[in-house]
């Protein structure tokens, strides 16, 4: 059997050839296993980092808005790319904002656990997914049309501008509005190649006040942290009381935009039922959260915002077809 040097501290005891390919070998598998293994570490964490999850909050209305444009199912493709263009888009604008607000969410309590502050992801690799993700969002524009690809760098920059307005207004909640309301009307853009109605502008005007008033209230359980860090915010203005009032006159206003909505549609009992299951699910989040009482906020915030999405999609979107 031949014998050959093998590298570092044995590189002066003979070795069989076989074992030293068979070593190779093992070490090679192990440098992918580890590479394998960071990535999908680093995957989970980015995941859980942008939680994509809430993309829930916002894909029924981009859908809901597809389907009103098409009086109808969208063609397969265009679905394809609606999915792929939310996806990309809230994946840039969440992992940018992590990145804007690392210093902040390294100081709070409720977020100092979070990716980046723990150290448990670099900023760099960071960067790289924003980058990857508004890179996607860009492709699925240019695919659906000319007009969503034009649209694009408009939409992209309003979600990413985001992340910085809490440093100087405290209208922040309602440009959260905006970025998420872009998407069904985006996704009217993407099936029709323009506007020319105000059924998505409706639609979108929904999505703005009901954002906006339910993000006050999220806000509400960084009133200390965001006063002591001079961050603008409705419940660091006006107290943890006044914000609650803000939010429900912005819910009362997203239920009026809604009623409007229907009456313009004209989609019949099926969608009058989601009108008013909407208005009841506004009630009752605000009966969960009171200003000396924070502690259902979770439930109130991601459980009963998921349905509110959900139900609307379902029940205008049924109307649709049986009023074809």
């Not at 263009?85 to 979070?114: C, E, H, L, Q, Y």
Request: hydrophobic share 55%; net charge positive.
């Amino acid at each position: 059997m031949p014998y050959v040097p093998f590298c570092g501290q044995l590189s002066l005891i003979a070795v069989p050839k076989k074992i030293v390919c068979h070593l190779c070998d093992l070490l090679r598998l192990s440098r992918i296993e580890s590479t394998v293994s960071t990535v999908i570490k680093n995957t989970r964490l980015t995941l859980e980092m942008i939680k994509i999850e809430h993309t829930l909050f916002a894909l029924p209305f981009a859908f809901l808005g597809a389907v009103l444009a098409a009086n109808g199912l969208p063609s397969v493709r265009q679905t394809l790319w609606i999915v792929v263009a939310m996806v990309g888009a809230r994946s840039a604008a969440m992992a940018f904002n992590r990145i804007a607000d690392r210093s902040f969410d390294a100081r709070n309590p409720r977020t100092a656990s979070r990716a980046l502050p723990a150290g448990l992801l670099s900023v760099g690799f960071v960067w790289i997914f924003t980058i990857v993700a508004a890179a996607l969002f860009v492709l699925a524009a240019a695919m659906l049309n000319r007009l969503t690809l034009i649209l694009s760098p408009v939409a992209l920059g309003c979600v990413l501008l985001y992340s910085f307005t809490k440093r100087w207004t405290q209208l922040s909640h309602l440009v959260l509005g905006a970025s998420l309301s872009i998407a069904p009307t985006g996704a009217w853009i993407a099936v029709r190649g323009e506007i020319g109605s105000a059924v998505p502008l409706l639609l979108s005007l929904v999505v703005l006040l009901w954002t906006a008033g339910f993000d006050i209230l999220y806000a509400c359980q960084d009133y200390d942290f965001d006063r002591r860090e001079g961050l603008k915010s409705i419940p660091a203005r006006f107290g943890i009381s006044g914000a609650l009032w803000i939010s429900r006159a912005l819910h009362a206003a997203a239920f009026l935009a809604l009623v409007w909505l229907f009456l313009i549609t004209n989609l019949g009992a099926v969608a009058f039922a989601g009108v008013l299951a909407t208005g009841a699910l506004l009630v009752y989040q605000h009966r969960l959260v009171r200003a000396d009482d924070l502690g259902r906020l979770n439930a109130a915030f991601f459980t009963t915002n998921a349905f509110v999405s959900v139900i609307l999609l379902v029940t205008f979107g049924s109307a649709v077809f049986l009023h074809r």
